[in-house]
């Protein structure tokens, strides 16, 4: 298991790059945004590219693609700490794990929120 | 050719080693075509080994399937010998997922069939998705059990991987051990070297 610490000094920050032969698995989300100068809005999203491939129904081809899945999202308040683990059970990222803040629905950067990612490979 | 090795339902002590080792015979049969005659109904000792571990991966839409060849050919993903006394001897397991694993050689016939007339595989069936194909748990990552065997210019392997529905994207993850044997050719077996071969048949024997 690994784990890392990231502060949101940039509106969207990558949390795990994608491992080719993995997926990831978060063991536990921790949010501190108990100094952060407002509630903030935090998006995880998976982040990855498809593999060319055939819709089985059609024969249709399909060609690969840049994808971005979002895969959590929560709302914590200002002065709260949050921390998310049975909750995370059934979560995996198949590329790319990133978290993007916003503050009443834009892209806002607070270094004073800080997410705490830990995570095994799968 | 193709093997699935089930689970075993007895151990042996001392254990019996999974994949095949230095000395020991494979023998292939006589219904390997004669453009494969470098080893067509010929018997061989295995001098040396090498194993490789390798992984492919393909993230797929739901519902989607994609072909991985697994010999050199262009676009294949260049799992087959170049050298006429090479063998290789290739475990296939997968990673966990909602995916199915139908297989195919050369591209279009099927590995795995009944014999009524229209039971085949078919990704594009609700019910017959299911006919031949392997599941992840078939054959784990971490201990495969689908064994294929391929020397220098066999037609190719083909996967079949379809993402079955209920889900947005699958990453299929396909681990690889390519056990390298080099063999040395014994002209004239005895019959006892005959009898330890492992017989390894060409595909068209595992189709009737």
Known sequence: MASIVVDMDAATKTLVAEKRNAKIKPSL???????????????????????????????????????????????????????????????????LAQVVRTVAGVATLDANCHITFCYDFE | MLELRPAPL???????????QEGYFVRFTDAWPDTLSDVKGRLFQIEKTNQVPYAITRIIPSGNY??????NATGGENI?????????????????GNYLIHFYIPAG??????????????????????LGARKPSDSPYDDKRIFSYSVKDLEPLILRVLVNSGIDYEKCVLGLLVNKCYLKHIATPTAEQSRLAKVIRYYSELRW
């Not at chain 1, 308040?77 to 059934?90: F, G, I, N, Q």
């Not at chain 2, 151990?11 to 095949?20: N, Q």
């Open chain 2, 109 to 130: 016939e099927y590995m795995h069939r009944l014999e009524q007339t229209g039971m085949v595989p078919n990704v594009a069936s609700a019910t017959l998705r299911y």
């Open chain 2, 80 to 96: 087959y010998p170049e050298n006429t006394k090479t063998l290789y001897e290739t475990l296939i397991g997968f990673k966990p």
């Open chain 1, 29 to 95: 989300i921790m949010i501190d945004n108990v100094l952060a100068a407002a509630d903030s809005e935090l998006t995880f999203n998976d982040v990855f590219t498809t593999s060319d491939s055939i819709v089985a129904a059609t024969g249709a081809a399909v060609a690969g693609a840049a994808q971005t899945e979002r895969r959590l999202r929560i709302n914590v308040s200002t002065l709260a700490c949050v921390s998310l683990r049975d909750e995370l059970k059934d979560l995996i990222f198949l590329g």
């Open chain 2, 66 to 71: 994609t072909d991985i060849d697994m010999s």
């Open chain 2, 10 to 20: 007895a151990t042996v002590s001392p254990g019996v080693p999974k994949i095949l």
